[in-house]
């Protein structure tokens, strides 16, 4: 099965003015979201999806240096917020690297990536960037999956991570309870 290609363009620089008002800061934070997410709730949890083997979309292969059809690794969660889930979160990496230097992020199960990423200094995050995904895109309804009334549209933020010279591509879509979250002020320094 040939992998699809979603139609939303990922841009550097998101339209404010579409953006829902306290959205635009959550999409273009280049801090942890984990730790974004964990200052805002009382409880913080990471439901695992799914992960092993699948082919990436051509888009998600070509921001990784993949041929077409090709297997990836890939991780799907849902972050939640006090039980309400806040976040679809995709990763993907080749194959080849589960050996390599990314190996230890295939065993988190339920344990967030983002505070694996941002504990560790060797590893290099490109600039986000950043599609609004509609019913075409997978990514989409996936998301809207666990989350009922996702509505026309979410929002979704992207980014590359580098170890090694080796990619990890990590994939957010905001959910609509995330705006709940917006207005909340920080309740704790995550530690």
């Known amino acids: 099965m ?9 841009l550097c ?27 805002r709730c009382g409880r913080f949890a990471v439901q695992v999806l799914g992960q092993g083997l699948a082919r990436p979309h051509c888009d998600e ?3 990784l240096g993949l041929a077409p059809g090709v297997m990836a690794w890939q ?16 990763s993907l990496m080749s194959r080849d690297h589960l050996r390599g230097p990314w190996n230890r992020f295939t065993g988190l ?7 694996a ?9 490109q600039p986000l960037r ?16 666990v989350s009922p009334g996702a509505g026309s549209g979410l929002w979704a933020r992207r980014s590359r991570f580098e170890l090694d010279g080796r990619a990890l591509l990590v994939c957010e879509v905001f959910l609509p309870a995330i705006l709940d979250l917006a207005s909340q002020p920080w309740v704790r320094i995550p530690a």
Request: one cysteine or more.
């Open 2 to 10: 040939p992998s699809t290609c979603p139609v939303a363009p990922w």
């Open 13 to 39: 620089h998101p339209p404010r003015i579409t953006i829902p008002r306290g959205l635009y800061p959550w999409l273009t934070d280049p801090g942890s979201l984990t730790a974004r997410i964990r200052a």
């Open 61 to 63: 292969a070509a921001v």
């Open 75 to 90: 991780r799907e969660v849902v972050l939640l917020a006090d039980d309400v889930p806040v976040v679809y979160a995709r």
């Open 109 to 115: 199960g339920n344990r967030p990536l983002g505070a």
């Open 117 to 125: 990423l941002f504990a560790d200094p060797r590893i290099l995050r």
């Open 130 to 145: 950043v599609a609004r995904l509609d019913h075409r895109d997978p990514r989409y309804r996936r998301a809207a999956a």
